[in-house]
DNA sequence: ACTTTCAATCTTTTT
DNA sequence: GATTGAAAGT
């Protein structure tokens, strides 16, 4: 399915009632007028989803329905007539909500997931918003949207304009800070001086300005653009707000304990309107302090909006008596928090379980094993999850289940867009999509290597820049004049070339054989090809996929858009797998049975979480744990090593204090199967196939160990080999000069060219001119390139 | 212009 | 350990 609305942005702008309009098929649907879809509700649900009018808060434990309650909500929107598909806002925050509740609204409403077209993620209807008005935001609505590694990329190019030394201030903590700002809803004015200052010594807010504006002439914004600019929009035209009060007569919000500032603001924004918003979330659940969230939203809700109700659900249907009782008893340890008695409906079922082993690979190899005994049960293994704190936690278990020949499959891991393929390929692309789009161009002029390095690119950049046009013209225009050897100025030429063909043939052309053609023509194909590398195979493959995947799209630029912002992909695949993942990632998903490694001090909680944010890191830790035992529904099994390999080092541990907090009676501790066997001489049968039997702090034995990881890394097609992104080192001298004199020049002109030297003007035609140097002869360059004598 | 080598740095979670 | 950048060599 595709989340991304095939139609374009603007199909919903005209509130004409359809003829047989929709409300009436949706009450038709709901089963002759009969709520139907009340049926199976308890008294709290069936509240929360029928007070409609006025501001509503919804505080929903885990595993509680809180999903069920905003998809019935909707339906019952809609079956009442109270407003159509298109009046109803409903944000989540990821894609996966997103594509859910549109599932299941579709499921209890019939097919008007078509018409829901303000479903989605924040950043997916931000984008949608910005679209239409972004002459009010000074961008083109083609705008681009940068992913972090453009982000980056970005970054690092003013960083060094500015003469900033890299070393000493990370473009990653600028983009952080930035972020961060952006999080909080601050436009470069708007940044606190002293928090502005913070940066390179002072130059942070200067920075942060400097790169808005570098979006803008790029036509681009960042993920935190697509709700600040937004923001800006409604607060400065009053009229384009009232349009959107006048449109959104219902809003729902999921998971609102993640919202951050900016997001707050902007839902505040449009609540001014009909006020008949409705938060869902849980307090206990709120893990993404680290980006921006703010638990204080959820906490301030009733003061932000006076007159909201709150209702409780406090029924828990996922999971048995112990393990609720367990992970109750832990997020007790909390402070600041709304409260909740979360109370069990079915039997007592397991108790958790805690084991420790001696070291990480002894914790893969017993899970692994209890995995198999599973499996021997008959229990489904896509019942079976691994919540990690940490992502380099997996590698030990994909290794052991690759020995084992447990299938599995990761979430969130190495993610199928941040391949570098992927991202050359989408380079690609996106040029073919819009020849604006210097970013990508940049990336991908030399990849494959045709000879274009960075003294070329270089050259283009001063050429953008001073005549303020994109990269790709630039090429165009360096390949028709003298500024270049003739080697670089023909092969970009050939370039450039390609890429207007295919531009051209972009408009009659089905968009999967356009990639198809782009990627064979250009090369790109054809240089993993060559490369001899074992992987190389892999990355054919993840290009086929893609361009698979580009099929459920009606064209490159709805696909393109799906991109920017789904980072994932459907991982539609039937087989059985055991899950992998982070405890992040894991928010709003159940299995029977859930193991959860690693519960040691520094680990979990993360040192770095202690040390930053102090009390309240350790509470998000917490929250963190009772996502995890909540995601369980019959058995959460705990685990902790003594020892621990970090930084490729052994480090012993010491368990966490979670551990502590657990109540006696709902938790046992037991002894991992495989507990002990490394003591050098009793392998037990499950490691036969291990050649290391001896003791496992060796040299030889780390050594194997990691031959071994890069081996199966490679059969998982996640191995980045070095990639480089040619570091752009764009102004200077001569650039600050040219863009002072883009004036046009006149015959005979006397000028000075600083490669060329001194020389006449012999011809002009529009901004390359010919000129006779004294000493180099008649060259073609471009005018910003020499200056007036 | 490209490749190799070496040293330095930093290790969470992600729309 | 892994990734990254810069310097030296081809």
Redesign the pocket.
């Known amino acids: 399915m595709a989340e991304t609305n095939p139609v374009p942005f603007f199909d919903d702008d005209l509130p004409a009632p359809k003829p047989g309009g929709i409300a009436a098929r949706a009450l038709a649907a709901s089963g002759r007028g009969a709520k139907d879809y009340l049926a199976g509700l308890n008294p709290e649900q069936c509240e929360a989803v029928q007070t409609l009018d006025g501001p509503l808060l919804v505080l929903a434990g885990a595993g509680t329905g809180k999903t069920r309650v905003l998809t019935t909500r909707i339906a019952h929107i809609l079956a009442t007539g109270r407003a159509r598909p298109s009046e109803i806002l409903a944000v989540t925050?990821?894609?996966k909500a997103s594509r859910e509740m549109k599932h299941r609204v579709a499921s209890l409403v019939g097919d008007v997931a078509e018409g829901m077209p303000w479903l989605g993620?924040?950043?997916s209807i931000g984008t949608k918003i910005l679209r239409r008005h972004a002459e009010l935001a000074d961008l083109k609505s083609s705008f681009t949207i940068l992913d972090?590694d453009d982000q980056i990329r970005l970054i690092k190019q003013i960083l060094s304009a500015e003469n900033i030394d890299?070393?000493r201030w990370?473009a990653r903590s600028l983009a952080w800070t930035i972020?961060g700002w952006k999080n909080r809803g601050l436009s470069p004015k708007e940044v606190p001086a002293g928090e502005g200052a913070s940066f390179a010594n002072g130059k942070g807010k200067q920075l942060y300005e400097a790169y808005q504006e570098r979006l803008k002439t790029l036509n681009a914004t960042d993920?935190g653009d697509l709700l600040l600019e937004p923001i800006r929009i409604f607060r400065e035209s009053p009229d384009v707000l009232a349009q959107y009060h006048r449109r959104f007569k219902f809003m729902l919000v999921d998971e609102y304990q993640d919202t951050n500032v900016a997001q707050y603001l902007w839902l505040r924004l449009l609540a001014q309107g009909p006020r008949n918003l409705c938060c869902v979330g849980d307090d206990d659940q709120s893990i993404y302090g680290?980006?921006g969230a703010e638990v204080d939203n959820i906490l301030r809700f009733e003061k932000d909006f006076p007159g909201a109700k709150v209702i409780r659900l406090e029924r828990n249907y996922r999971s048995d008596a112990h393990i609720l009782g367990a992970a109750s008893h832990l997020i007790a340890h909390n402070q600041g928090r709304l409260g909740k008695t979360l109370r069990p409906q079915g039997e007592d079922g397991e108790m958790v379980t805690v084991a420790g082993s001696w070291d990480s690979g002894e914790e893969a190899r017993a899970i692994g094993e209890e995995i198999e005994q599973f499996q021997r049960q008959d229990v489904s293994l896509d019942e079976v999850a691994i919540l990690v704190r940490?992502?380099?936690q997996m590698r030990e278990f994909e290794d052991r289940f690759m020995t084992l020949g447990v299938p599995y499959r990761v979430i969130?891991g190495p993610r199928f867009y941040e391949r570098q393929e992927i991202r050359d390929a989408l380079a690609y692309l996106r040029c073919v999509n819009s020849a604006s789009d210097d970013l990508a161009f940049e990336r991908i002029v030399?990849t494959p290597?045709?000879?274009?390095?960075?003294?070329?690119v270089q050259t283009l950049n001063g050429i953008a820049r001073s005549a303020r046009i994109p990269l790709m013209e630039a090429a165009r225009m360096a390949a028709d004049t003298e500024e270049l050897k003739p080697k670089?100025r023909q092969t970009l030429r050939d370039l450039t070339q390609c890429f207007q063909r295919w531009s051209h043939a972009a408009e009659t052309m089905k968009h999967t054989d356009l990639a198809e053609m782009v990627l064979d023509e250009s090369g790109y194909t054809e240089m993993w090809r060559q490369d001899r590398s074992p992987d190389a195979a892999g990355r054919l493959e993840n290009l086929k996929e893609l361009v698979r995947s580009m099929d459920g799209f009606e064209n490159l630029q709805g696909f393109l858009e799906h991109v920017s912002l789904v980072?994932?992909t459907d991982t539609g695949d039937a087989d059985e797998k055991v899950t992998l993942m982070?405890l992040?990632?894991a928010k709003g998903l159940e299995y029977d049975v859930v193991f959860l490694p690693g519960w040691e001090e520094g680990l979990f909680p993360?040192q770095?979480?202690l040390d930053?944010n102090g009390r309240a890191g350790l509470e998000e830790e917490r929250r963190l744990a009772y996502v995890g035992i909540t995601r369980a529904k019959k058995r959460a099994k705990i685990y902790f090593a003594s020892n621990r390999r970090i930084?490729?080092m052994w480090q012993s541990s010491i368990p966490s204090r979670f551990l502590d907090e657990l109540p006696d009676t709902h938790v046992e501790v037991v002894e991992a199967p495989a507990a002990f066997s490394n003591r050098g001489f009793g392998e037990s049968r499950f490691d036969r196939i291990e050649p290391f039997g001896s003791t496992y702090n060796t040299p030889g034995w780390?050594?194997a160990?990691?031959r071994r990881?890069?081996f199966t890394a490679n059969s998982f097609g996640n191995g980045?080999s070095?990639?480089?992104?040619g570091?752009t080192v764009i102004e200077g001298e001569l650039v600050a000069k040219s863009t002072a004199n883009a004036a046009s020049y006149e015959l005979g002109e006397r000028v000075f060219h600083d490669k060329f030297g001194y020389g006449d003007i012999t011809e002009v035609e529009g901004n390359k001119l010919t000129v006779q140097f004294d000493k180099a002869g008649q060259k073609r360059v471009i005018d910003s390139f020499v200056k007036r004598v």
């Open positions: 925050f990821t894609n993620t924040f950043h972090t890299e070393k990370p972020d993920f680290w980006r940490a992502s380099f969130g030399n290597k045709r000879g274009l390095g960075d003294a070329t670089p980072m994932d982070t992040h990632a993360h770095r979480s930053e930084h490729g780390q050594r160990q990691q990881e890069t980045y070095g990639r480089r992104g570091p």
